[in-house]
């Protein structure tokens, strides 16, 4: 059974860091692009934060958080983080875990992140 576990939201000010960790079981995450998604508005649609590649060592970001936000894997691990820092109110919402190859892919439960004074 695949599970992927978030973990690391909270309540920050604007201006603060946060670091969001991915515990992935039942799969290597060695084998899968890792992605890190974020809901603002419940129901509407989840949008890509930033993506690891697991051939090539290529990474994506969105260009609102291109220069604040880094994606890294640990493999060894089965961990995916991302380090988020210079938040802002904006980035406030729900983040989800996401790994995907080919025809598979699956999601964990989310992670609340609030940025506010």
């Known amino acids: 059974q695949v599970q992927l576990v978030e973990s690391g939201g909270g309540l920050v000010q604007p201006g603060g860091s946060l670091r969001l960790s991915c515990a992935a079981s039942?799969?290597?995450?060695?084998?899968?692009?890792m992605s890190w998604y974020r809901q603002p508005v419940p129901g509407n649609q989840r949008e890509l934060v930033a993506r690891s590649h697991d051939v090539g060592g290529f990474t994506y970001y969105d260009n609102s958080v291109k220069g604040r936000f880094t994606i890294s894997r640990d493999n060894p691990k089965n961990m995916v983080y991302l380090q988020m820092t210079s938040l802002k109110p904006e980035d406030t919402a729900v983040y989800y875990c996401n790994a995907r190859s080919g025809v598979d892919e699956y999601w964990g439960q989310g992670t609340q992140v609030t940025v506010s004074s």
């Open positions: 039942g799969l290597s995450v060695s084998n899968y692009a």
